[in-house]
């Protein structure tokens, strides 16, 4: 994505979530990279100028949770629809997780999945390797080879180990070299069945519930692992309040954990599943307003890192059946920026505190040149108009999925151009 | 909150989907329709021709010989015409969805649908899915709802005891997995029950219980103390034995209806079950086939429920 081109970006609203800057300068990018914010290096010529009047540059987003589908739910979504639904939502640093068809357990599966991704030139895409072969939760994958191939981490997705033992050999393991593993945390027996968050809710509706507890005993075994293996571990996708405790008291301790949310699970909760509506299965599930409150304080706080758009394609045919059978999630990655705009919106909290969340934060525990405007970073933007309201329809959104509870309904924030290493990737 | 998928703009009754909800003057609607469809049953000509020319399918994804003949009974005093389907498992092993069994269905002109599904909230889907006119009648969905039951159950307790604002119901057992218990507890609290209690073991019980507005009893005969109904929920096989429950035979101790339990009760309380009934396991035998049971009256006050609200919605349909 190198180029040689010199560009500025001029007369937007810089807002750089890592230093803390926000003010009217220009950005000022050669080869590439950020070569100044405010005054122009010496002897630069632009050869190209972005006007962002009236526009808010930030660090291009990094997304922690992005299902591309490939390889083998094509049907789903392609590599080529997610990627551009990527630069069109702002995102130009993504983390996909290793539960594909096959699943990441192989370095040539990434290796794939990397050269097809890159040659697309538009985000740039973080494999997650697969914790364990073929995610069935018996034998390593080999971490080794896997982060040779690219990976940043390692991740059992939504299969939660049922062997502690196992867990705790992989932490070991992950330990001595110094990878990072992720975790969904959430005890497999306790969830076995469960559609919903165990509540009023899935009382009225008689579904099938999944106890808070089932993800706080999780957090809590894990936690004791880390204390024991040292391991750093990156729990993917908080839902209920009690973990949050567990999760803040371990931070405290100094044990390597971060965390992230879902930012559906920071704007909505069980009750909004209304009659049934699929669109508002998620894994984990929608938990209740007591939860969701207590998330959004935790991102407020601290104890949540960062948020992510946790992306999942899914086609009408498996969305179109009984609750119970839906498949769970929501496209995301065109709604992260302004979704997370709204919850700032409902929290009162500072754009730039918003921004880091989606932006310097994920990229610091990815450990990523990205998510900031440091001068020698590379130059990737988002520039968003933060008072346009756009109309979230099947047409609008570029990624295959069409599924979200977001469908038909107004939001407000419009990514006009992303950009990355330099180049303008969207539109495009 | 969307409007609720049952009711037409007019407020009245499009699909019968769930008793949580349902208005009270629709429920006194189909409670007051069904007298005049019990005495049909006492007649020697069984038959009046509000739905004839129109087409009932029994679409039952799960088995139930029992409700299914129910219906098929109603549909026919009512001189609809009866298709009955059993899909069971099978038609979803054959790759074909939900709504392209009922796309093909409705391309054969159904006018109503009793739908039985394993899955709760599936009656919903399928009742968004078919065109204006076509009802949706929800015969049991997974753990969430059985209005007909729910509304039958609340025929043969204004059968017995006339004034619902007096009474106190206590709900037996395994309310947890029981789509009757939801369906009596909504329609009890909106006819204006003053209390309804649940009693079972925590196992048994969903979370939040008592927000759906009843009281919990873990102690039988607590619970049963002073109250004017009676209702036993069945208790599955499968939960017998495991971890919800130690044994069929700990549970019928606790839990089981017998003679000193039923004491603590007011003298003239009825005893209900929506059936089948395991006897010796949440009812003793002679308490099922005692004088205080309206088991076998539910059964026959069933029929004409289900042939109130399917006279109402085809009603409804004809003018839509």
Known sequence: ?428 | MPAHPQLDSQGNLKHLLTTEGLPRRLIEQVLETADQFVSIGEREVKKVPLLRGKSVFNLFFENSTRTRTTFEIAAKRLSADVINLNIGASSTSKGESLLDTIDNLAAMDADMFVVRHHSSGAPYLIAQHVKPGVAVVNAGDGRHAHPTQGLLDMYTIRHYKKDFTRLTVAIVGDVLHSRVARSQIHALTTLGVPEVRVIGPRTLLPADVERLGVKVFHDMKRGLEGADVVVMLRLQNERMNGPLLPSAQEFFKTYGLTADKLARAKPDAIVMHPGPMNRGVEIDSPIADGTQSVILPQVTFGIAVRMAVMSLLGAGGRHE
């Open chain 1, 1 to 428: 994505m190198s180029n040689t081109m010199n560009v500025e970006i001029k007369n937007g609203r810089v807002v750089d979530p890592a230093s803390g800057a926000d003010a009217m300068q220009s950005i000022y990018v050669v080869d590439g990279r950020i070569a100044a914010v405010g005054n122009a290096p010496k002897d630069f010529n632009a050869d190209r100028v972005i006007d962002a009047a009236g526009k808010i540059v930030c660090p291009g987003l990094v997304d922690l949770s992005a299902r591309l589908r490939e390889p083998g739910n094509e049907h789903k979504a392609t590599l080529e629809s997610e990627m551009r639904a990527a630069v069109a939502g702002g995102v130009t640093s993504l983390v996909c997780p290793p539960d594909t068809d096959p699943p990441l357990d192989e370095p040539g599966l990434v290796e794939m999945l990397k050269r097809r991704a890159d040659a697309l030139k538009q985000a740039r895409v973080y494999p997650l390797g697969a914790l364990t072969q073929g995610l069935k939760g018996q034998r390593l994958a080999e971490m080794g080879a896997l982060t040779e191939a690219g990976c940043v981490g390692f991740f059992q997705a939504d299969c939660p180990l049922t062997d502690t033992n196992v867990l705790w050999r992989a932490m070991q393991y992950a330990a001595t070299h110094g990878f990072t593993i992720w975790l969904r945390p959430e005890d497999a027996h306790l969830a076995t069945g469960g559609v919903a968050h165990d509540g009023e809710m899935a009382t009225r509706l008689g579904l099938p519930a999944i106890p808070a507890v089932a993800e706080t005993i999780a957090v809590q075994t894990i936690v004791t692992l880390v204390a024991e293996t040292g391991c750093r571990v990156h729990l993917a996708r908080i839902s209920a309040a009690p973990s949050l405790a567990v999760i803040a008291a371990a931070k405290k301790a100094g044990l390597p954990l971060t965390c992230d949310v879902g930012i559906h699970h920071l704007l909505l909760a069980d009750r909004d599943i209304g009659y049934f509506d699929p669109q508002y299965r998620f894994t984990p599930p929608l938990r209740d307003v007591r939860d969701r409150d207590a998330l959004r304080q935790g991102v407020v706080s601290g104890v949540i890192d960062a948020i992510c758009s946790d992306h999942t394609p899914v086609d009408d045919d498996e969305k179109q059946v009984p609750f119970d059978e839906a498949t769970p999630g929501a496209t995301g990655l065109e709604l992260l920026l302004p979704l997370t705009l709204k919850f700032a919106a409902e929290m009162k909290l500072p754009l730039k505190n918003a921004l880091a969340k989606i932006t310097s934060a994920p990229a610091a525990l990815l450990g990523i040149p990205a998510g900031t405007l440091a001068v020698g970073s590379p130059a990737d933007l988002c520039i968003f108009d933060e008072q346009a309201f756009w109309a979230v329809t099947p047409r609008t959104l570029c990624s295959q999925g069409k599924n979200t509870p977001w469908m038909k309904r107004e939001l407000v924030g419009k990514v006009t151009q992303t950009v990355v290493g330099g180049q303008t990737v969207f539109p495009g």
